[in-house]
């Protein structure tokens, strides 16, 4: 029975996440840290947070596993710079404070095309979120590199939309890693990797998860 600290809660891949957590009976509590409160559950420890702040020392960063789902758009954040400090320093952040508790599994969500080198601002800080993370040495690191998430959202993204329905017509004869990733089966590889903790650094690909 393990204890699983889940970032980005609220999000959604990390909703699906959390209910798949608070269900698992491998699972002995989950914690989820949020901005504002979540709906109560006998397994649920909820500290409201700010991120821009985050306590080194709170007893809740007690667990065994962490899965990580925080994730922006650069729009959506305002600039690089934000965009950068959520996806990047905020997991860093997590990781590192787990790690000093003694987390020993983490899971990443990352992106298709991840890549410390790239040009593009969005691969690049995936990219180097994975390294960043990488070299705090959890003894089980696991990163999670979807396409484009199929889901249902809680806020409207008009490219995301039109992208979502294109691939969902033309999935049948794409490659499978250019195919939907549900937000579902993200979530699914997460709990798994987290639960089973399996030594060593894994990469979950787009193909594996269409």
Same mark, same amino acid.
């Given at each position: 029975?393990?204890?699983?600290?889940?970032?980005?809660?609220?999000?959604?891949?990390?909703?699906?996440?959390?209910?798949?957590?608070?269900?698992?009976?491998?699972?002995?509590?989950?914690?989820?840290?949020?901005?504002?409160?979540?709906?109560?559950?006998?397994?649920?420890?909820?500290?409201?947070?700010?991120?821009?702040?985050?306590?080194?020392?709170?007893?809740?960063?007690?667990?065994?596993?962490?899965?990580?789902?925080?994730?922006?758009?650069?729009?959506?954040?305002?600039?690089?710079?934000?965009?950068?400090?959520?996806?990047?320093?905020?997991?860093?952040?997590?990781?590192?404070?787990?790690?000093?508790?003694?987390?020993?599994?983490?899971?990443?969500?990352?992106?298709?095309? @991840?890549? +410390?080198?790239?040009?593009?601002?969005?691969?690049?800080?995936? $990219?180097?979120?994975?390294? %960043?993370?990488? /070299? !705090?040495?959890?003894?089980?690191?696991?990163?999670?590199?979807?396409?484009?998430?199929?889901?249902?959202?809680?806020?409207?993204?008009?490219?995301?939309?039109?992208?979502?329905?294109?691939?969902?017509?033309?999935?049948?004869?794409?490659?499978?890693?250019?195919?939907?990733?549900?937000?579902?089966?993200? @979530?699914? +590889?997460?709990?798994?990797?987290?639960?089973?903790?399996?030594? $060593?650094?894994?990469?979950? %690909?787009?193909? /594996? !998860?269409?």
């Amino acid at each position: 029975m393990s204890t699983i600290l889940i970032a980005g809660a609220t999000g959604l891949v990390g909703r699906i996440t959390l209910s798949l957590a608070l269900h698992d009976p491998r699972v002995a509590q989950v914690i989820a840290p949020t901005r504002s409160a979540l709906a109560p559950h006998s397994k649920l420890v909820n500290p409201i947070v700010d991120y821009e702040a985050l306590p080194a020392d709170a007893d809740w960063w007690r667990c065994d596993m962490v899965i990580c789902a925080l994730g922006t758009t650069r729009a959506k954040a305002g600039s690089a710079e934000a965009f950068h400090r959520i996806d990047h320093d905020y997991p860093l952040m997590i990781a590192t404070h787990a790690r000093a508790h003694g987390a020993r599994a983490f899971a990443l969500v990352s992106a298709i095309g @991840a890549d +410390a080198g790239s040009r593009l601002l969005y691969n690049r800080t995936k $990219g180097e979120v994975e390294a %960043s993370i990488g /070299a !705090l040495d959890y003894p089980s690191y696991t990163v999670v590199r979807p396409g484009l998430i199929g889901g249902q959202r809680q806020e409207f993204r008009a490219m995301e939309r039109l992208s979502d329905a294109v691939l969902t017509l033309l999935g049948p004869v794409l490659p499978r890693a250019w195919r939907i990733s549900p937000a579902e089966n993200i @979530a699914s +590889a997460l709990i798994e990797a987290a639960v089973t903790a399996a030594p $060593g650094r894994h990469i979950v %690909s787009a193909a /594996a !998860l269409a």
